[in-house]
């Protein structure tokens, strides 16, 4: 059994930084950060495949957000920079039982419980 904790969300300032953290117990798993703003569809953020190495990331993303992941004592976590208020949404972290999981969400047999992500103009 897989169980998925996010931590590290709240409140921040256009511009300004969060990391988000993902504490996974069971296998390692592929992982992956959706995020999901009111009335939208979840979005695929970031993943990493089972052994921590392979990260994709959306382009909306890309080049501001970068996913990590602590082997070790797994736990995924997700650096956020020049933050903007279209990145307002409850992230959520998704694991599968698999090499890769790739950016749909329906991959994903695991996730965790959600964080939310505020970023005020």
């Known amino acids: 059994q897989v169980k998925l904790v996010e931590s590290g969300g709240g409140l921040v300032q256009a511009g300004g930084s969060l990391r988000l953290s993902c504490a996974a117990s069971?296998?390692?798993?592929?992982m992956a950060w959706f995020r999901q703003a009111p009335g939208k569809e979840r979005e695929f953020i970031a993943s990493s495949r089972w052994n921590g190495q392979g990260t994709s990331y959306a382009d909306s993303v890309k080049d501001r957000f970068r996913i990590s992941r602590d082997m070790t004592k797994n736990i995924m976590y997700l650096e956020m920079n020049s933050l903007k208020t279209e990145d307002t949404a409850v992230y959520f972290c998704?694991?599968?039982?698999?090499?890769?999981?790739?950016?749909?969400?329906?991959?994903?047999?695991?996730w965790g419980q959600g964080t939310q992500v505020t970023v005020a103009s």
């Open positions: 998704a694991g599968r039982l698999a090499l890769v999981g790739g950016s749909s969400a329906s991959n994903y047999e695991y």
């Open positions: 069971g296998l390692p798993i592929a």
